[in-house]
């Protein structure tokens, strides 16, 4: 059975300073997704991870994929207040997502 | 459509009512996903679809709950006799099909059972 592990639950952060969200799964999954969530919005989509090694970057965020360590990272560049928001990540097993818990993050001015 | 959309936004029920959530996907997205979230909480998979026929219906919490889709495209989420613990943010989220690709969300239906 998939599960997925995101870490930190929380996190508060200076704005500038840079910062990784550490997501783990235990069993092997084709795909690892990103996903951004607003207070009181729903889930907006931010990265797909197809392979391993995969990179992707969108302005101050970067997210990898280590399919032998069954780890995707998510990497926040001298960031600033807008980025605060609650991150999640997911990954595939039959046909449908696991979630993570979920990462609060807040970015102080 | 343009997005998923969810109806109602907002539900404030008696416990012991029926409430009825509906979820329009994306037009031409033949999966559909429904996940409820509690304050503050991840996500919790309900049920997904693939066009019309529900193949993992394991995350329905009683007997209470059921969903149908007709059509391979609005979907109905059904609640019976609601119960206080059933207030949650309702998610629904359709992608082109099941297991490829991201999935798009819609804005959640919140129930709030007194």
């Known amino acids: 059975e998939l599960k997925v592990e995101q870490n930190p639950l929380f996190l508060s952060m200076q704005e500038g300073k840079n910062y990784t969200i550490y997501c783990n799964y235990s069993t092997t999954s084709d795909r690892l997704y990103w996903y951004r969530q607003d207070p009181g919005k729903s889930l907006e989509s931010l990265f797909v991870l197809l392979s391993n090694g995969a990179v992707k970057q969108e302005g101050r965020l970067m997210a990898s994929l280590d399919t032998k360590a069954r780890l995707s990272t998510l990497h926040i560049t001298a960031a600033v207040h807008d980025l605060s928001a609650t991150y999640f990540c997911?990954?595939?097993?039959?046909?449908?997502?696991?979630w993570g818990a979920g990462t609060k993050l807040i970015i102080k001015p | 459509g343009a997005g998923v959309s969810q109806s109602p936004s907002n539900k404030v029920t008696e416990k012991g009512k029926d409430v009825e959530l509906r979820c329009d996907p994306i037009s031409g997205h033949t999966a559909l996903y429904w996940y409820r979230q509690s304050l503050g909480q991840g996500l919790e998979f309900l049920i997904y679809f693939q066009g019309n026929s529900a193949p993992d219906k394991s995350g329905l919490p009683s007997d209470r709950f059921s969903a149908e889709r007709t059509g391979g495209s609005v979907s109905t989420l059904t609640i019976q006799r609601t119960q206080q613990e059933d207030s949650a943010v309702y998610l629904c989220?359709?992608?082109?099909?099941?297991?490829?690709?991201?999935?798009?969300f819609g804005e959640g239906s919140r129930l709030t059972v007194l």
């Open positions: 997911a990954a595939d097993s039959n046909y449908q997502l696991i």
């Open positions: 989220a359709s992608s082109l099909v099941a297991g490829v690709g991201e999935l798009f």
